[in-house]
């Protein structure tokens, strides 16, 4: 447990400095109608009130997501556009010769590559930073998808594990609907973090805090961090010996 309202409200300066020495004028995000988004959206819009841009990126998604969104948006005043990826998706798989029988991964992951490119777009015309919504616990397992939802400038959940995002979600005033809906990241019908990763968020969040786990858990979570270690890294650089 931690002091939610000292750690809110240090976040929200921590916003305000990054958009400042970026010399940028505020911040952009997606919002997904998760509790992620919503949390950082909701520190945005307290951090930069006139300049905080939401952008709802469907894509062949569940439509409650986008209702969600719409939800917090609406709560908490923020400005917001909505930009369907649908078609470009299934041009781009046109494009590529997609025959629809890929790995179910290699297509879904075409999606947050191309909300990432979508928020790029709409930040170059605003001179805002892009906020990603990524969690302490997400990070841990390499549970996102690289250049997509990790192709941001800014990480402001990164030190939290996902119990604690939602306490600040409560903080923050989010609708209960979007601080109790199963965790997913809508890659694909009836997905959820936790059916993907084969541990529930309470196991991961004790491993991460106090390094108590079960083997089973252990060996997961373990395995999972040694396997994403190239996600939460830079590219590997060739250096020739004679340097």
Not at 66 to 77: M, P, V, Y
Request: aromatic share 8%; charged share 30%; hydrophobic share 40%.
């Amino acid at each position: 447990m931690f002091d939610v309202e000292r750690v809110a409200n240090e976040l929200i300066e921590w916003l305000k400095d990054r958009v400042k020495e970026a010399n940028a004028k505020g911040i952009v995000l997606g919002l997904s109608g998760g509790v992620d988004s919503a949390v950082v959206a909701a520190a945005a819009k307290k951090a930069f009130p006139d300049d905080t841009l939401g952008i709802i990126m469907p894509c062949y998604s569940n439509p409650q997501d986008e209702k969600d969104a719409l939800l917090l948006a609406d709560r908490l005043n923020i400005r917001y556009k909505k930009v369907v990826l649908d078609e470009v998706y299934d041009s781009l798989l046109r494009a590529v010769g997609s025959t629809g029988n890929e790995n179910r991964l290699a297509l879904a992951n075409i999606k947050p590559r191309l909300r990432m490119t979508t928020l790029y777009y709409h930040a170059a015309l605003l001179n805002y930073l892009v906020a990603g919504t990524g969690n302490k616990s997400e990070l841990t397992v390499g549970y996102f998808t690289k250049y997509g939802d990790s192709g941001v400038d800014i990480l402001p959940l990164a030190s939290f594990v996902k119990h604690e995002v939602w306490e600040l979600a409560r903080y923050f005033n989010v609708p209960e609907e979007i601080i109790n809906k199963a965790p997913s990241a809508g890659l694909w019908e009836n997905q959820t973090d936790e059916k993907e990763m084969g541990i529930t968020y309470k196991e991961l969040d004790e491993y991460i805090l106090t390094g108590k786990a079960t083997e089973r858990v252990r060996n997961i979570v373990d395995e999972l961090n040694r396997k994403s270690q190239h996600k939460r890294e830079m590219p590997k650089i060739f250096v020739p010996s004679s340097k």
